[in-house]
């Protein structure tokens, strides 16, 4: 029963099932969800974007990607203050990149926006120092 179990759970969290539950992230700026690790999944619709926070620890170049698309997306960066700083929009499923300096200890917010208003997009959304 428990190998039953632990392979339907493994199972859900590889393809997605009740991705409500298994990808809830923030939806809004209050209410931003922590990235604890370089990659997050996730997923948007046309009426329900994520939000993310992320605080460098050291000063210097970032490459925040969406890959792995499953629909239009779009990607935005804010700064502390919640100004938008930069932003990603390639047309349908092609993946989406902010190449941006960010200091250290200083709190940025990600937000990943559903562009699709007929199709929910999955995503991932990767973080890694920009050569």
């Not at 931003?32 to 329900?48: H, L, P, R």
């Not at 941006?100 to 995503?123: F, P, R």
Request: hydrophobic share 40%.
């Amino acid at each position: 029963m428990k190998k039953v179990l632990l392979s339907l759970v493994g199972a859900a969290l590889i393809t997605g099932a009740s991705a409500g539950s298994v990808f809830a992230h923030g939806n809004s700026f209050a209410k931003a969800s922590e990235i604890k690790k370089v990659a997050e999944e996730g997923s948007v619709t046309w009426t329900d974007d994520d939000y993310f926070y992320f605080i460098p620890k050291s000063s210097r170049n970032y490459s925040i990607r969406l890959i792995g698309l499953t629909a239009d997306a779009a990607l935005r960066l804010y700064d502390k203050n919640e100004k938008s700083i930069a932003k990603s929009n390639n047309p349908g499923t092609a993946n989406e990149e902010i190449v941006h300096y960010l200091e250290a200890n200083t709190k940025y917010y990600i937000k990943v926006i559903g562009m699709d208003k007929n199709n929910k997009s999955s995503y991932i959304l990767d973080i890694n120092n920009a050569n």
